[in-house]
């Protein structure tokens, strides 16, 4: 009896040394402060440690530089609403001779889109009613549209597009077509073009004008003969790039993605 009652009263404190909180250790969202070797350290001590989730806060957490997992098994990266902006290194995660690795509620994305993305809102015989990301400045000027980001203007030759319905993307000439249209600005990131003729996409699709300066890779996997990436309600944003690239694999499966 007395092993039953010591088993339960341990048992809260086995729950907790199975899990670690990025801000118990000082790694806090919502800062400007890069957060890199926080999660690297922490990342480490849990596979000191032999934990099993890293837990973190709703928000946004700046990284510099790649977070390299190395050697780890049956672990999970669990975010609430979390955001990962990296900056400063193409490659985001590092997967190194892992085995059953997940990430759950997280957003990936860079700080510097290499990628912008168009929305088409509607569209009929006359016009056509966009939505931009704001964080790419943009002007139209006598009716001409650009990116003061000029690299973005440079590559637009590069786009797909994306069409939600049928999860399915291919090549388009559309930004194109829209760029040489007459546009004007609706406000809150909306523009309207003029609905060129030979133009395809309905709306709700989205058409990804793309920068081909570096080819971003957010998780990569390596150096594993069986592996399996769980992929549990995660979103990539602005990635030039894949999503998803392996190295010396012999067998990765994929949930998720």
């Known amino acids: 009896m007395k ?3 010591f088993l339960l009263l341990m048992l809260p404190m086995m729950v907790q040394a199975q899990q670690m909180y990025a801000s118990r250790m000082g790694v806090m969202p919502n800062t400007e402060k890069d957060c890199a070797e926080g999660l690297k350290a922490i990342l480490n ?11 973190l806060l709703p928000g946004v957490y700046h990284i510099h530089s790649a977070l390299v997992m190395k050697d780890m098994k049956n672990f999970e990266v ?4 979390t955001t990962l902006v990296f900056h400063d290194t193409p490659v985001a995660i590092e997967l190194d001779n892992c085995k059953k690795i997940t990430f759950k509620n997280i957003n990936f994305t860079y700080d510097e889109p290499k990628v912008t993305e168009l929305t088409i809102l509607e569209k009929d015989a006359e016009k056509v009613v966009a939505q931009i990301n704001e964080n790419d400045p943009y002007y139209v000027i ?7 980001n000029k690299e973005l203007d440079k590559f ?5 597009l994306y069409i939600p319905d049928l999860k399915q993307s ?3 000439d559309a930004w194109n077509l829209l760029h040489a249209q007459h546009a004007k600005m609706l406000g809150n990131g909306k523009l309207e073009f003029s609905c060129p003729e030979k133009f395809s996409p309905a709306a709700g699709s989205i058409i990804k004008v ?4 570096e080819n971003q890779e957010v998780i990569r996997v390596m150096n594993a003969k069986k592996t399996t990436l769980v992929i549990n309600n995660v979103g990539f944003h602005h990635i030039e790039g894949q999503n998803l690239t392996q190295y010396n694999v012999k067998k990765l499966k994929t949930v998720g993605l």
């Open 142 to 148: 006598n009716g001409r549209f650009g990116f003061q």
């Open 45 to 55: 001590k849990c596979k000191q440690q032999k934990a099993k989730q890293l837990i």
């Open 170 to 172: 291919k090549a388009t």
């Open 78 to 81: 669990v975010g609430n609403n």
């Open 210 to 213: 793309r920068n081909a300066r």
């Open 3 to 5: 092993k039953i009652i």
């Open 156 to 160: 637009k030759d590069l786009c797909v």
